[in-house]
């Protein structure tokens, strides 16, 4: 199904990145496709599940063994839990899922990811097929600040997303608790609250003595090429991020975190165009993103933000002359180890169907000509590339090579891989193209 992929991503985007003088940026884990073969009896593990309104369920779905050359060579199917871990085929070299999703603008279509060079790989992670649903069951609840007074003199209040808090908040089921930042208007202060919701009320009633977690200031550094800069915690228990603030360029904000409730702390650097150029019909957003973790005082080492250069234009120039769909990113940014292509092609047959395609791979390597057999015969009518993306990424101070970063990989896949130190400089360029 190499037809389909890599020529019409190479023309667009290196037609628009010439235009435009070039692009670069940072990356992360994987292995590259430099041949050998894959070890009889090796045992992966992998979960399927499908996401509806936050919340994660089982998924049974189609996982296809490929040979080096792609050809499929078996395939099973996810057990109940969504799960499957045992011996491959032998000869497997790369693995792909296949699954049916629903997504909310485009109704029904088929979902597919692929994992290349997996033969350094334990662990291939979770697998998520959105399950859109009109109704997620989110509910308005009233903020009552009556009984407020130094906080409502002399602070603002805003959810932990940067949203003002403006008289109600809206808390889905998947919302355990509220978190709640003031602001100070007048002095560098910042006092956070973290609020139980109520179970038989929808008022949420604050006082004072709700604010008793108190913010640590954190110094704004921005590389020469940043928008702006972040700080958020993230919260292990809920896997999620809290607290988010904003600084823009230009603008002396003041950030802050607030250790007493997120342990682990992230100061974030953003570099994006305002508007997606638009070159010969192709509409193309890129930005570029760097992590660095933040100390319970607020100290931190600047993890330097990829630099929109002309390597990756250079890059993606030469797929274009491959025939055998090679690529090699890894002149762009030293810390890349991984790439993500994305694609969503719509098949013009007599019911407009269309299929989303995830292929994930080394910073340099090989994507092989991939078919799946019966689980997803090649389309016979005209297939049209509407999107694609590529996201190069990597983790800071680590080694990039193969059985590294399948280390670092399979540490991910046992999740919480954001409380280690070995993950906080998380570095990532993303390209993204829309074909009209």
């Known amino acids: 199904m190499n037809k389909f992929i890599l020529t019409p991503l190479a023309i667009a985007l290196s037609l628009t990145l010439s235009a435009c003088g070039g692009s670069s940026s940072d990356g992360n884990s994987a292995s590259s496709l430099n041949g ?3 070890a009889q009896l090796q045992t992966i593990s992998l979960q399927a599940l499908t996401r509806q309104c936050g919340t994660d369920s089982a998924y049974q779905t189609d996982v296809v063994f490929h040979n080096d050359d792609g050809d499929a060579i078996g395939s099973v199917k996810t057990d109940a839990q969504g799960n ?6 032998s000869g497997t070299r790369h693995v792909s899922l296949l699954g049916d999703v629903v997504d909310e603008t485009d109704g ?4 597919i990811f692929t994992e290349l060079d997996i033969e350094n790989r334990a662990n291939l992670g979770k697998f998520y097929f959105n399950n859109f649903s009109e109704g997620c069951g989110c509910t308005e609840y009233n903020v009552d600040t009556t009984a407020l007074s130094t906080i409502a003199s002399d602070y603002t209040i805003y959810q932990s997303q940067g949203n003002e808090v403006s008289g109600s908040v809206n808390i889905c089921p998947s919302d355990n608790k509220l978190y709640l930042t003031a602001l100070s208007r ?4 910042a ?9 038989n009320s929808s008022v949420i009633t604050l006082t004072d003595e709700d604010f008793i977690h108190d913010g640590v200031e954190v110094p704004v550094q921005l590389d020469f090429n940043a928008d702006y800069s972040s700080t958020r915690g993230y919260i292990e228990a809920e896997n999620t991020y809290q607290f988010v603030q904003y600084s823009f360029s230009g ?14 702390n992230s100061y974030v650097q953003f570099d994006f165009m ?4 638009n070159v010969d019909g192709v509409e193309v957003d890129i930005h570029s993103y760097a992590r660095s973790a933040i100390e319970t005082d607020g100290d931190y080492q600047l993890t330097e933000l990829p630099t929109i250069t002309d390597d990756l234009g250079f890059s993606l120039l030469q797929i274009t002359e491959n025939n055998d769909a090679s690529f090699d990113f890894s002149n762009v940014d030293n810390r890349f180890a991984r790439t993500t292509w994305g694609y969503s092609f719509l098949v013009d047959d007599a019911a407009e169907s269309r299929f989303d395609w995830t292929i994930r791979g080394g910073i340099s390597g090989q994507i092989p000509d991939l078919s799946f057999g019966s689980i997803f015969p090649e389309p016979t009518d005209e297939v049209i590339l509407e999107e694609l993306t590529l996201l190069l990424y990597g983790y800071a101070g680590n080694a990039t090579d193969a059985n590294s970063y399948a280390q670092l990989l399979d540490t991910i896949s046992e999740g919480g ?8 400089n998380y570095v990532y360029i993303f390209i993204g193209a829309e074909l009209y």
């Open 36 to 38: 050998g073969s894959t």
């Open 84 to 89: 499957f871990s045992g011996e491959l085929p």
């Open 108 to 111: 029904g279509y088929k979902q």
């Open 186 to 189: 007048y002095s560098v202060d």
């Open 191 to 199: 006092k956070a609250a973290v609020i139980d919701v109520p179970v």
């Open 251 to 264: 603008i002396s904000d003041t950030l802050f975190i607030f250790p007493t409730v997120t342990e682990h």
């Open 274 to 277: 305002s508007d997606p150029m």
């Open 417 to 424: 891989h954001l409380t280690k130190p070995e993950f906080s």
